[in-house]
C-alpha cells in the first residue's frame, strides 16, 4: 500500500489515493467497532444500487485501522459551486435530486435512526428538562425506514468527468426519516455560514417532495442536539442554540 498522495484531512483520519483505490487511515485512538461499522454501513448501502464507491477492505496500516475502496475521479459539488457561483442553484437543484434518490431506498439492516439520535441526545449538554423534551418530540415523530445519509452535504457529492454524481461517506448512514437527514443538511449550511445555500436548498427539498417546511423544521432542534455530540465548541454552540422545542412549535 502507497500512501504518499494524500487527497483530505479530516477529524481523526487521513484519505490518501493509491492507484485507483482510495485509503481511509484512522487515527491510532480511532475506535475499530466505529471503523468496521463505516464499512458495514457502506457495504450494505452498495446493494440498494445507489451510485457509490465499492468498499474493497479493511486493514491495517502502521498499527492503523484503514478502510479501502474505489477511488473516485471527478470534482465535489463543493469545489463545482466555488468555481462556478452562478450555477449555484442549478447545483443545490442536483443535491436535493440526489439525496431524495437516497431516500428512494430502503436497508432493513441499517442502524435506526431514532435510536441513534436518542442515544445522542442522551449525552448532549444540555439540562434534563430540555432533554426530555427532544426526547419526547422525537418519540413522536412518524417512523419511517427510508436511507437516511447522515451528512450528506456538497463535499460528499463527487461529478465524474462525464457528469455521473457519485455519493461518498456513508459513516452516518441509518435507515429513518427523510425529514430528519433533510434538517441535518440544512444545519451543515447553516453552520458553513451559507444562509442563502441553507434556504434555496430547503425550499427546493420541500417543494420537489411535496413535504411541509414545517415538518422538516420540527426535527430542527432534535438533530442539533444528536450533532451537537461532536465537533468543535464553536460548532457546538451553534448546534445548542437551535435545540429549544418551543421555537418549534
Excluded at 43 to 62: C, S, Y
Amino acid at each position: 500500500m502507497k500512501l504518499d498522495k494524500m487527497i483530505a484531512v479530516r477529524t481523526n483520519k487521513t484519505i490518501y489515493r493509491d492507484g485507483d483505490t482510495c485509503v481511509k487511515v484512522f487515527n491510532e485512538e480511532y475506535s475499530k467497532a466505529d471503523v468496521l461499522n463505516e464499512a458495514l454501513n457502506q457495504a450494505r448501502v452498495e446493494e440498494t444500487g445507489l451510485n457509490i464507491p465499492k468498499i474493497l477492505g479493511v486493514t491495517m496500516n502502521d498499527g492503523k485501522w484503514a478502510i479501502v475502496s474505489e477511488f473516485i475521479k471527478g470534482k465535489t459539488l463543493a469545489q463545482l459551486m466555488e468555481e462556478d457561483p452562478e450555477k449555484k442553484a442549478e447545483y443545490i437543484e442536483l443535491l436535493v435530486d440526489l439525496q431524495m434518490s437516497v431516500h428512494a431506498k430502503t436497508c432493513p439492516l441499517l442502524t435506526k435512526l431514532k435510536d441513534k439520535m436518542n442515544r445522542k441526545i442522551t449525552i448532549a449538554d444540555l439540562d434534563a428538562t430540555t432533554r426530555y423534551d427532544l426526547h419526547t418530540r422525537l418519540e413522536g415523530m412518524p417512523k419511517h425506514n427510508k436511507v437516511c445519509h447522515g451528512d450528506f452535504n456538497p463535499s460528499n457529492i463527487i461529478i465524474t468527468e462525464d457528469g455521473t454524481p457519485y455519493i461518498l461517506d456513508w459513516s452516518h448512514a441509518t435507515q429513518g426519516n427523510a425529514s430528519a437527514d433533510v434538517a441535518r443538511t440544512y444545519l451543515l449550511f447553516m453552520l458553513k455560514g451559507d444562509f442563502d445555500g441553507a434556504e434555496l436548498y430547503l425550499n427546493l427539498f420541500c417543494e420537489k417532495s411535496g413535504t411541509a417546511k414545517k415538518y422538516v423544521q420540527k426535527w430542527m432542534p432534535i438533530v442539533a442536539a444528536s450533532q451537537s455530540v461532536k465537533g468543535n465548541e464553536k460548532e457546538r454552540e451553534f448546534l445548542l442554540s437551535w435545540t429549544n422545542v418551543v421555537d418549534y412549535e
